[in-house]
């Protein structure tokens, strides 16, 4: 092996220096998360009867068992385990893909990879690089959240194997996102899978948990951060489970790259036509966005027929005096099971279909910097016909994606299409709200754009945690669109109009300025 | 209104680095015109602006009669680019990009298109994401050289061509060239610009330093001259116009500007020349005097 990691440090000094911003903003948030979380448990739950009854509320609705699993014990420590377990592990591993793939195989794609390959840098050292950096950025906000736990009062042990887990996922999928950037010359279509096999995988732990089929979480790196069991019994060698899990993936990785070519795949590219028929633009911008927007499709499908299956258990399954309770607060006395169940779980796939919009609107943007817009401008195609071309998909991508999933999940559960698609399709001014945000950035602040709009996504999913816990109000919870939804299946389908109106004038005046910003501005290539 | 470009004064700023600072251009239709310079000169940013990706801070610019920002759409019907780091879609076949370009640009001859690639040696078949530096450049040539444009602005289009391809685009520019269509390029190399430009511009720090034909820059350029004497000729170091003047001996060496020749030769024809040999600069000299102290 020696000589293949030649330049190893030279290119962690490279990575480190690149995300100087990302790596250590991401590295606080997540290190912080823990300690705020326990003492708000601690301030809203100050005795053990009201955490026992919130508990026996949380572990009677089938979305939080779908989106967190079973609460083991319901100490401040457990709770807060349980809180943040799933969600840490979903943004690690998000973030973690990203950047792997970032520093590998989109290097590769732009050709920056041939620039430093020249000799003073192993075949080996980009990804050995780019996994040194990512697995020790999740060990740091795992280890740096541990002291503030302990300060607050919660036993040292568990509270460093609480650290330790919300490390994990991180690692998991920066391992998955090693391997798949192996396998194909795109980073997008890299990207892709590994986002895939994640949502595979956390589907995979919300069935178990909601299913009855408790063994399936042990299948899945989501089930595992969960059994590593933290303040409710501390199991750790689930930990060492992960480990090899991450180290079987590298160890593969690694063995892939040595059977490809620098910026080949191990899935080879065939022949295509000697001649295009695209008519232009709008031709060429559908065949950019469609093989992402048929996958996202397959993918929301999926998960609207899980929800479907979920929610025909319900009323068997569930019917606790404690989620009648809860059903009666969120929809009045005979609000339906299956509509609060609904409700909770679209609230939160509706920003997953966000972060689908999201791609799209960036794309001009992508292609902007990758200097493929350059050439295509140079023709009589104009800046505004482009960049519509493009917006297109950003707007009609979430109408397609939001329809699937409601239909699926309404066709799988009882047949009523219209209403659990009516209740998703709420969401649409939302979703364009954040596709405007991005639109706008493109227009304003290009170089900035992808990563303001993903960090704004972000923070519309912490505030919805912060809310939760009653730690965000007023005008904080008034900032995320997903916060004005009315709740279709609820009662709110009363009177929707207004804010789902609101909603859809500010997205439409956020894109407009966007439009008009870009039309003004300087074109300007590469990030 | 007989010129392609025209831009006067132009001035483009990032930041605190000031790109253009008064840059002149003025390419003649019909011409090919040499548009030179060391890197981070300016050029690219000059075909930036004249293709309305960019707007200048100061100048004025007319391309085709027309504004570059306000007109664009129009103006690009006629005109095709190439641009000095070629990059394209990589899901597309090389084929499909040339067609797409092609056919934005008000269609291809499709005759051409094929005899293009034919020369070029390029298979359209290959995904985008599988071509060299080379070929990815002459997917542009091509989708360029086949449209029915006045105008081609081409950006270093020769840097990852081989040298029997660089022959290949040569024969196509001087074709372009007897049809009537005016050029616009930037390049670094000297045999290339040699053999097609009419007239060259060359730029320096965002400024226009030299314009003209290659023997008007001759001209003005200095010659090298080297003399054996009999006498000296004590009154040559204070001529204007020599430069690097060194005397061994009778054997004397010096560099002199083209409009302080005669003075020289008067002054050394006063000391007695046993021999005496002048050299045009060679076309390397010409430029390395412009490139030398660019770096900034
Ligand atoms: N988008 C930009 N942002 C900041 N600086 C820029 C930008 N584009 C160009 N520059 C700077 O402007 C100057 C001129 O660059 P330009 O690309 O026009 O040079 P060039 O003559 O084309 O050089 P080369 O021969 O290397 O291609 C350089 O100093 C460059 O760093
Ligand atoms: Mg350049």
Redesign the pocket.
Known sequence: MTGTLTGTGTLIRLILRRDRVLLPVWIAITALLPASIASATTGLYPTQAARDSFAAASAANPAQLAMRGPIYDASVGGLTAWTLGSSLALIGGLVSILLVIRHTRAEEETGRRELLASGVIGRHAPLAAALTVVLAANLLHGLLSVPALVAGGLPAGSSLLFGLSTSAGGWAFAAVAAVTGQLTASSGTARGIAIAVGGLLFALRSLADTGGVGWLAWLTPFGWVRLTRPYAGDQWWVLGLIAVFAAALVAAAFALSTRRDVAGGLIPSRPGPAEGTLPGAFGLAARLHCGTLAGFAIGFGALGALLGVAARGLHTQLDTPQFRELAATLGGADARLSDVFFTFVMYVLSQLVAGAALVSALRARAEEAAGRAELLLSTPVGRLRWALSHLVFAVMSPVLLLTVLGAVAGLTFNGDVARVAGATLAYLPAVWTVAGIATLLVGLLPRLAAAVSWTALGLFLVVDLLAEFKLATGIILDLSPFVHVPAMLLGGAASPAAPLLGLTVVAVTLTAAGLAFLRRR?L??SA | MNAAVRARGLV?S??R?R??DGLDLTVKTGEVHGFL????????????ILLGQMRADGGEVALLGGDPWQDATDLHRRLAYVP?DVNLWPSLTGGEVIDLLGRARGGLDPKRRAELLERFELDPRKKCRTYSKGNRQKVALVAAFASDVELLIL??PTSGLDPLMEATFNECVLREKRDGRTVLL?S?ILSEVETLCDRVSI?RA?RTVESGSLADLRHLTRTSVTAELIGSAPGLAALPGVHDLSVDGARLRCQVDGDALTAVLAELARAGVRTLTTRPPTLEELFLRHYEGAA?
Request: positive net charge.
């Open positions: 300087d300007m290539p | 483009k990032f930041g680095t790109a253009l310079g060391p890197n981070g000169a300016g050029k690219t940013t000059t075909i930036r000095g950006d270093e930037s670094h730029v965002g900034r």
